[in-house]
C-alpha cells in the first residue's frame, strides 16, 4: 500500500514539474513573441510618425495630422499604415496625398514657380543685409 | 534730414505684409472669405474607386452617367453644415441627378436624415470607412462635385452649399453655360 502511495506521489510531483515547465515554456514564448509584436509596431509607428508629421491637418489650424483626432487626420493615418504595409515608400505616400489634395497638404512646399519666391526670398534678404553690413564696415574704416 | 529709401524699404515691406494679413483675417472672421483649397481633381476623370450602394450589394455605376452632367456630394446626418444644404440641394435635383455619399455614417441615422431634411439623391453610396473620401480628395463633410458629360470633374465646393454658389456656379452647370 505504502508503495503504491509513493508511486502515486512521485507521480504527482513529476505531473506537477511538467505542468511547470510547460507553462514556464509558454510565459517565454509569450513574453519573447510579445516583445517582437511591440517591436513592429514601434518600428511602424515611427515611420507612421515620421510621414504624419510632414502632413497638413486640412481641417485644423496650422497642425501635423500627428497630433490631432479629426476624422480626417485618423482617415489619413490609417491609410498611410496600410500603404506601409504594401510597402509604399514615404515619397509614393506624399505623391499619393499631392495628387489627391494638393500642394497643401505637405508641409514642406514644393519649389515650383508658384512657390519660388518662399525659397530664394530668405536668401535674397540674407545676401542683401550682408551687403548693406559690409557696406556700412567698409564706411566705418575709412573714416 | 534726407533718409534714404533702401532704409525705409524694410520697414515697409513688413507693414504692406502686415496690413494684408490684417485684411485677409478680418475677411475670414466675418466669414467673407472661406479660402478653397484648390482641389487637384480639377479637369482629371473621376477616381475609380468601387462605391457599394446603401442597401443594396451592387456598386455605383456611374457609366450610367455617360454623356449626362451630375453632381456628387458627401455629406453624413451628423453633419451640421448638411442640414444647412439640404433645402437647396432638394430644389437642384429637380433639375440634375446627385450622387450621394454617405461618410462614416450610421444606416438608422442616415435614414432619419433624409426622412426629415429630404432625399435630393438619385444615388446614394457608403463611405463607412473614409477610404472613398481620400479618393475624392474630400477631407470634410459636406463637399459637392460638379461633374460634366465626359466624366471630368469640374468644380468642387468644400461647405455647404450657398445661394451665391447656387447662382453662380450651379445653375450656369445644369444650363451648360
Known amino acids: 500500500m505504502n508503495y503504491i502511495k ?4 512521485l507521480l504527482l510531483i513529476m505531473i506537477r514539474r511538467v505542468l511547470t515547465l510547460v507553462l514556464l515554456t509558454l510565459f517565454v514564448a509569450k513574453a ?20 504624419s508629421k510632414n502632413i497638413r491637418c486640412l481641417v485644423c489650424q496650422n497642425q501635423s495630422i500627428v497630433n490631432s483626432n479629426s476624422e480626417f487626420a485618423i482617415d489619413i493615418k490609417k491609410m498611410i499604415r496600410e500603404k506601409l504595409a504594401d510597402g ?30 518662399l525659397w530664394i526670398l ?11 553690413l559690409a557696406k556700412k564696415y567698409i564706411k566705418f574704416r575709412k573714416k | 534730414m534726407k533718409i534714404k529709401f533702401i532704409y525705409l524699404f524694410p520697414f515697409i515691406f513688413f507693414l504692406s505684409l502686415l496690413v494684408i494679413f490684417f485684411i485677409k483675417f478680418e475677411k475670414i472672421e466675418k466669414g467673407e472669405s472661406i479660402e478653397q483649397i484648390q482641389s487637384p481633381l ?8 468601387k462605391i457599394i450602394k446603401f442597401n443594396e450589394n451592387q456598386k455605383i455605376s456611374f457609366s450610367k452617367y455617360k454623356n449626362k452632367r451630375f453632381i456628387l456630394n458627401f455629406f453624413a446626418s451628423w453633419c451640421l453644415p448638411c442640414k444647412i444644404e439640404a433645402p437647396l ?9 446627385i450622387i450621394g455619399i454617405a461618410y462614416k455614417d450610421k444606416e438608422e441615422d442616415m435614414i432619419k436624415f433624409l426622412k ?3 432625399n435630393p439623391f438619385s444615388e446614394i453610396g457608403v463611405d463607412q470607412l473614409g477610404s472613398i473620401a481620400i479618393e475624392w480628395g474630400v477631407y470634410g463633410v459636406p463637399e459637392t ?17 450657398s445661394h451665391e454658389l447656387y447662382k453662380d456656379k450651379i445653375i450656369p452647370f445644369i444650363n451648360n453655360d
Open chain 2, 116 to 118: 426629415n431634411y429630404g
Open chain 2, 145 to 161: 462635385f460638379l461633374i460634366d458629360e465626359n466624366g471630368k470633374i469640374i468644380y468642387k465646393y468644400a461647405g455647404a452649399i
Open chain 2, 42 to 49: 480639377i479637369g482629371k476623370n473621376i477616381p475609380n474607386i
Open chain 1, 122 to 132: 530668405p536668401f535674397l534678404f540674407l545676401f542683401l543685409g550682408t551687403l548693406f
Open chain 2, 89 to 97: 440641394l432638394n430644389k437642384v435635383s429637380s433639375k440634375i441627378p
Open chain 1, 88 to 117: 509604399k515608400n514615404k515619397h509614393e505616400i506624399f505623391k499619393f496625398l499631392k495628387s489627391k489634395y494638393g500642394d497643401y497638404v505637405l508641409f514642406d512646399p514644393p519649389f515650383q514657380s508658384n512657390t519660388f519666391m
Open chain 1, 6 to 9: 509513493i508511486k502515486l506521489y
Open chain 1, 32 to 51: 519573447c513573441f510579445g516583445k517582437l509584436d511591440n517591436q513592429n509596431l514601434k518600428v511602424s509607428d515611427a515611420k507612421l510618425n515620421e510621414i
